[in-house]
């Protein structure tokens, strides 16, 4: 795989990011939870999964809502690049947003850009990066469309989640599929979400 195929992808999906909504707030959302219900939520389907063990390699940082395009810019290439230049690590697969808190009273996330790698031996050198490893329990959605509507299918996750009695401590990962540049039509653009229950 080019290491530098998916960079395009992350920087193009950052518009997705202001769409997701707080992950405890449901005084904020109760009126977009409302529309989404008379407009079908079950066109969203929630796929309870194991997920397999991966290693992603991360930057995280406290980012203001305004400053979440210029991150994703800075960082994710470089990660590509660091991992380009490795002798151990490999990507393995297309690059993620993973989002640890989401404040909307003052407008700020606690995220990171992430790359799924695999490595030959232990990886000990990472720079300014972190090694976040995912494994076990998860909720997924395999969201078709533009990246304009993906706030409706992280409503759908978390009211499924509140329904069926599952913590609402989650970190949220969006994974972008598809690369814009290669395929015009949103329609065909796949976004996997996946929230991750947190003790």
Same mark, same amino acid.
């Not at 989404?36 to 390699?57: C, M, N, R, T, W």
């Not at 759908?156 to 598809?178: G, P």
């Given at each position: 795989?080019?290491? @530098?195929?998916?960079?395009?992808?992350?920087? &193009?999906?950052?518009?997705?990011?202001?769409?997701?909504?707080? *992950?405890?707030? !449901?005084?904020?959302? =109760?009126?977009?939870?409302? @529309?989404?219900?008379?407009?079908?939520?079950?066109? !969203?389907?929630? %796929?309870?999964?194991?997920?397999?063990?991966?290693?992603?390699?991360?930057?995280?940082? =406290?980012?203001? *809502?305004?400053?979440?395009?210029?991150?994703?810019?800075?960082? @994710?290439?470089?990660?590509?690049? *660091?991992?380009?230049?490795?002798?151990?690590?490999?990507?393995?697969?297309?690059?993620?947003?993973?989002? !640890?808190?989401?404040?909307?009273?003052?407008?700020?996330?606690?995220?990171?850009?992430?790359?799924?790698?695999?490595?030959?031996?232990?990886?000990?050198?990472?720079?300014?990066?972190?090694?976040?490893?995912?494994?076990?329990?998860?909720?997924?959605?395999?969201?078709?469309?533009?990246?304009?509507?993906?706030?409706?299918?992280?409503?759908?996750? %978390?009211?499924?989640?509140?329904?069926?009695?599952?913590?609402?401590?989650? &970190?949220?990962?969006?994974?972008?599929?598809?690369?814009?540049?290669?395929?015009?039509?949103?329609?065909?653009?796949?976004?996997?979400?996946?929230?991750?229950?947190?003790?």
């Amino acid at each position: 795989m080019n290491a @530098l195929k998916f960079i395009g992808i992350a920087i &193009v999906a950052v518009i997705s990011v202001p769409a997701i909504l707080s *992950f405890s707030d !449901y005084n904020f959302k =109760e009126t977009n939870v409302n @529309l989404l219900k008379a407009a079908g939520q079950s066109k !969203y389907k929630v %796929e309870e999964i194991d997920y397999p063990a991966q290693k992603f390699l991360t930057y995280r940082e =406290e980012v203001p *809502f305004d400053g979440m395009q210029s991150f994703y810019s800075k960082h @994710l290439g470089a990660i590509y690049q *660091f991992i380009g230049k490795s002798e151990k690590m490999q990507p393995a697969g297309q690059p993620c947003g993973i989002y !640890y808190t989401w404040n909307e009273s003052e407008r700020t996330t606690d995220m990171a850009g992430a790359v799924p790698f695999t490595a030959k031996g232990e990886v000990t050198e990472t720079g300014d990066y972190t090694v976040e490893e995912f494994s076990g329990e998860a909720y997924k959605i395999a969201y078709r469309g533009s990246y304009d509507n993906l706030g409706e299918a992280h409503i759908a996750m %978390e009211e499924y989640l509140k329904s069926n009695d599952i913590s609402l401590n989650n &970190v949220a990962m969006e994974q972008y599929i598809t690369d814009p540049s290669t395929q015009p039509d949103t329609a065909k653009w796949l976004t996997n979400i996946y929230y991750f229950p947190q003790d």
